[in-house]
Every structure is written in structure tokens, then in C-alpha cells.
């Protein structure tokens, strides 16, 4: 059985979106190397009008997707063992270490959260995990959903040309990837790193690692800081760390 993503959302009709072009589109349209389902939640609401929300309890604007009907959409789905999220902006990070183990599963399901929320109690009766992809509130879930099953199908076997370029990429080793030249040689008078084209591959190797460690340091330093710390606890580090 292919890696499945199924999206419990008001809006099946934003999928698949970004999931359905290059090598990602092609290994689910063609390949069947993973499969998207969406899950129409309005379908599920008890009310003639169609609604699955209601005002907050205790007072405040918005509204808020109710949990009888989340889930009723989501015993509809055979889970067999498939992570659940939800994206909200009040979720723990996505990581890439968390993508990892969530692409060894068989699949995932993801609830696009609408409105204020989701009823509380949904998301703990039905154990969902709540992710946020990042410190900023979206009008939706629909856009992060993709952001996570993109990251995960990925790293199914098949998806991608060559599984080796998936080794030096950002956050696998816990630093950023390093920065990616290619021809022409020069460019508006920058010209691509000598080293780069020394053809001497212990040199390349070291300036990407040099530039991996000089990218994390400047731009994540909360990333660097637990680089240095899980070097130390591997008894990997030697000496003062480098500033």
C-alpha cells in the first residue's frame, strides 16, 4: 500500500494544488508511488445549512469548527495507524525530524483547522498532534497541509530522482544546506567559488561543510546552539566552539 494523505478540509477543491506538479505530481498521477484523498467536512455537518461551527463558549469573536462533525469526518477515514495533525498556528514546529518519522508510516492524516479553531476536545479524544509550519497565523490549514505532505512524500523511495541528494540537505544533520552554484560562470561579475571548481572533492567537501556551519550560525543560531550542544554530548567537539 503507497504512503496516503488524506486531508479532512472545507475546500477538497484547493488540493492538489503544488502536490500535483514535478517529480511529486508525477510519482502520485502516474507511479502510484503515493495517493492524496480529501474529506469534504461540510459533508458531515447536521445542519440543513450546511454549518460546522459555532460561536466560542465563553464569549469572544469568530467561531469555532465543532467536534461532533470533525469527527464524523474523520470515522469516515480508515486511519490504520496513520499519524493524525492538525496545522494550527498553536502547534509544536515541523521538523524535518518529525517528517522523517512521519514518512515511515503508511501515511498521514491532516484536519485543515478554519475560522478560530477546532473544538478542543476533538483534537484530544482523537489524539490529532497540532503543527504549526511556522510563528504566523494563515486565513487556513489548507496551505500548511500541503507544506507537510510535501515534506513527507519527499522522502518516500521512488519520489525523487536521487535519494543521495537528500543526505546534505537542510536540518537532516541538525545545520542548514550549503549554497548551490551552477553555470554560467559568471554572473552580473560574481564569479562561482574557485573551490568549487577545483575538481579536488575533500576541498569541496570541506567548504560545503564550512559554509553549512557558517549559514546555520548567522541565520539560526537557536539551530547552531543545538548543533554545538549534540556535538559536546557525542564527545564530538573538541576545544572552544567557533563563533
Not at 484536519?111 to 503543527?131: I, S, T
Not at 557558517?214 to 550542544?229: C, F, G, K, V, Y
Request: with cysteine; proline share 6%; glycine share 10%.
Amino acid at each position: 500500500m503507497p504512503f496516503t494523505a488524506t486531508v479532512l478540509t472545507m475546500f477538497p477543491e484547493a488540493f492538489p494544488g503544488p502536490l500535483g506538479v514535478s517529480l511529486i505530481g508525477t510519482a502520485w498521477r502516474e507511479s502510484d508511488l503515493w495517493r492524496l484523498e480529501t474529506v469534504d467536512i461540510r459533508t458531515f455537518s447536521k445542519d440543513k445549512r450546511g454549518f460546522l461551527d459555532d460561536t466560542p463558549a465563553g464569549g469572544g469573536p469568530g467561531q469555532v469548527m465543532k467536534a461532533d462533525v470533525i469527527a464524523a469526518a474523520l470515522d469516515s477515514v480508515e486511519t490504520a495507524g496513520r499519524p493524525l495533525l492538525c496545522m494550527s498556528a498553536r502547534g509544536r514546529p515541523l521538523t524535518q525530524a518529525r517528517v522523517s518519522e512521519w514518512a515511515r508510516a503508511p501515511g498521514i492524516v491532516v484536519l485543515c483547522g478554519r475560522f478560530e479553531g477546532v473544538d478542543q476536545r476533538v483534537l484530544d479524544a482523537r489524539g490529532f498532534e497540532e503543527v504549526s509550519v511556522g510563528d504566523a497565523v494563515l486565513a487556513g490549514g489548507e496551505a500548511a497541509a500541503m507544506v507537510a505532505i510535501e515534506a513527507c512524500v519527499r522522502l518516500v523511495p521512488g519520489v525523487l530522482g536521487q535519494a543521495n541528494s537528500l543526505k546534505e540537505e537542510s536540518f537532516e544533520d541538525g545545520l542548514l544546506e550549503h549554497p548551490q552554484y551552477t553555470r554560467p560562470r559568471t554572473f552580473e561579475g560574481l564569479d562561482i567559488p574557485e573551490v568549487l571548481l577545483s575538481g579536488d572533492h575533500k576541498r569541496v567537501a570541506a567548504w560545503r561543510q564550512e559554509m553549512r556551519e557558517l549559514t546555520t550560525r548567522e541565520r539560526r543560531p537557536d539551530l547552531w546552539s543545538a548543533h554545538l550542544a549534540n556535538l559536546q554530548a557525542n564527545g564530538a567537539h573538541k576545544g572552544k566552539p567557533r563563533k
